[in-house]
Structure formats: structure tokens, C-alpha cells
T-cell receptor, first 113, second 111 residues
């Protein structure tokens, strides 16, 4: 168990809908990251938050947004969902957000039908 | 952006065998990590190793940063080692864990 908690584990929804994925980092970690894993794109970095502030952005679509709350948990919001958004979404955390070991949650499997 | 290539893409071993997985990257890095994705999809961090050599039980890793490659050694493999092994890097100049992942090596260990 990495100590990073993600909910829900599975999510099935329809095109055009909006969903929210939730992540609680390891105790004491200030940085939260979101990654997407799909068959065609592999594992891709989406976005990073450090102590409530957005710190780095990767290949995140404009339809997607995230935030980190004062208690350090994070939410990834996916809207106007398309079939191609079906993927495994991982949250990860690290202590300070610099070059250090990254710990991943068990992921949320999103299926858009 | 930085390119990360892993080889071999697939590997089948008999239990007890040893193996070496390779990760080549196209630019200088200040962050390199190895992960194991088990058959249930969980990503487990094996090593944070931007340079040098580390060992953890039957696993060890070596990164030669000047030559832009890293190796993961698995000795006396077990069926529980099955899964996909990913190398992930971040180029010098970035600050953080914006990792670029390789395509992975899919390992199957047969009893």
C-alpha cells in the first residue's frame, strides 16, 4: 500500500458527462500529481499541485481541470467526456515536489460509453 | 521533448532466471525512476536513481547518466515479478516530478 488513496476505483459514464476523481496523498506529502494511462498514449503527466497551488502542467486537455484543497486532497474534474477519455487515471504524491520518489495510488479506471 | 526507449518490449522467463531491462533516454536527466505495474494495475516505485547503483533485495538498478541509460536487474525471478516495468525520467532544467515514461517492458515469469 503506497498510502495514496484514490476514489472511485471504477467509473462508467456516458459521452458528454462530467465526472470528478478524488485523491488523498500520503500523510505529510505536499505535492499531488495526476497521470493518465491509455493504450495508445501510454502514461502521461497531466498536472501537479504543490501545497494548494498549481505548479506544473503537462498534456492536460482544456476540458479537464484540477485543484488541491487546504487539507491537501486533490480532485480531477473531467467534463464533456469523449470516448477517447477512457483511461486509467492515477494520482501520485511526493514530499516536496522536486526530484524525489513518486508514490502512486491504485488508479481510477474510467470508461466512457 | 525527451525520448525514453525501453528494451526488450516483452520478456518471458522461467522462474529462477535472471534478467536485465534497459532504458535509454535522449537528453540529460536529473530524475530517473523505475516502476513495476503489477497485473492488478498498481504502480509500485522500485527505485529513484538519477545516477549510480542501488540494490533492494533481488532487484538492483544502475544509471549511467553520462551515457544516457539505466539498467534494472532482476535476479532469481519469481512469478510475482510478472507485470510491466517502466522507466520514467525528467530532463535537466525541469524542477519537479513531471516524468516522461517509456513504453515499458512486459515481463512474464513462468513457474
Amino acid at each position: 500500500d503506497s498510502g495514496v488513496t484514490q476514489t472511485p476505483k471504477h467509473l462508467i459514464t456516458a459521452t458528454g458527462q462530467r465526472v470528478t476523481l478524488r485523491c488523498s496523498p500520503r500523510s505529510g506529502d505536499l505535492s499531488v500529481y495526476w497521470y493518465q494511462q491509455s493504450l495508445d498514449q501510454g502514461l502521461q503527466f497531466l498536472i501537479q499541485y504543490y501545497n494548494g497551488e498549481e505548479r506544473a502542467k503537462g498534456n492536460i486537455l482544456e476540458r479537464f481541470s484540477a485543484q488541491q484543497f487546504p487539507d491537501l486532497h486533490s480532485e480531477l474534474n473531467l467534463s464533456s467526456l469523449e470516448l477517447g477519455d477512457s483511461a486509467l487515471y492515477f494520482c501520485a504524491s511526493s514530499a516536496g515536489g522536486w526530484n524525489e520518489k513518486l508514490f502512486f495510488g491504485s488508479g481510477t479506471q474510467l470508461s466512457v460509453l | 521533448g525527451i525520448q525514453v526507449e525501453q528494451s526488450p518490449p516483452d520478456l518471458i522467463l522461467q522462474e529462477g532466471a535472471n534478467s536485465t531491462l534497459r532504458c535509454n533516454f535522449s537528453d540529460s536527466v536529473n530524475n530517473l525512476q523505475w516502476f513495476h505495474q503489477n497485473p492488478w494495475g498498481q504502480l509500485i516505485n522500485l527505485f529513484y536513481i538519477p545516477s549510480g547503483t542501488k540494490q533492494n533485495g533481488r532487484l538492483s538498478a544502475t544509471t549511467v547518466a553520462t551515457e544516457r541509460y539505466s539498467l534494472l536487474y532482476i535476479s532469481s525471478s519469481q512469478t510475482t515479478d510478472s507485470g510491466v516495468y517502466f522507466c520514467a525520467v525528467e530532463p535537466v532544467g525541469n524542477a519537479g516530478n513531471m516524468l516522461t515514461f517509456g513504453g515499458g517492458t512486459r515481463l512474464m515469469v513462468k513457474p
